[in-house]
Nanobody, 119 residues
Framework: QVQLVESGGGLVQAGDSLRLSCAAA????????MGWFRQAPGKEREYVAT????????AYADSVKGRFTISRDNAKNTVYLQLNSLKPEDTAVYYC????????????WGQGTQVTVSS
């Protein structure tokens, strides 16, 4: 079991940057693949990015590719999402999640952090 807490959200203008953090409690964090998702008002939750346990493999949704970067620091039990060139359509609650491997389903979720991008 991994407990996840997101932080770093806020209100920014289009074109700005933010870095989201997801702090994990649990000794097995370094063995888990991690992901970021988001949910905009009135829309379903959507996948944003994922990273392997070592950080050696990453993948992104087409909508954020080239603008967002996922990374992790296993020594700090933290996964990050760097959001650059933000657009109003990036406005959403962002969630991190963990899974045992890159081919497993996500099992643990954080409570989310709000990102609002004004035009």
């Amino acid at each position: 079991q991994v407990q996840l807490v997101e932080s770093g959200g806020g209100l920014v203008q289009a074109g700005d940057s933010l870095r989201l953090s997801c702090a994990a409690a649990g000794r097995t964090f370094s063995t888990y693949a991690m992901g970021w998702f988001r949910q905009a008002p009135g829309k379903e939750r959507e996948y944003v990015a994922t990273i392997s346990w070592s950080g050696g493999a990453t993948a992104y949704a087409d909508s954020v590719k080239g603008r967002f970067t996922i990374s992790r620091d296993n020594a700090k039990n933290t996964v990050y999402l760097q959001l650059n060139s933000l657009k109003p359509e990036d406005t959403a609650v962002y969630y991190c999640a963990s899974r045992p491997s890159m081919t497993s389903t996500y099992r643990n979720w954080g409570q989310g952090t709000q990102v609002t991008v004004s035009s």
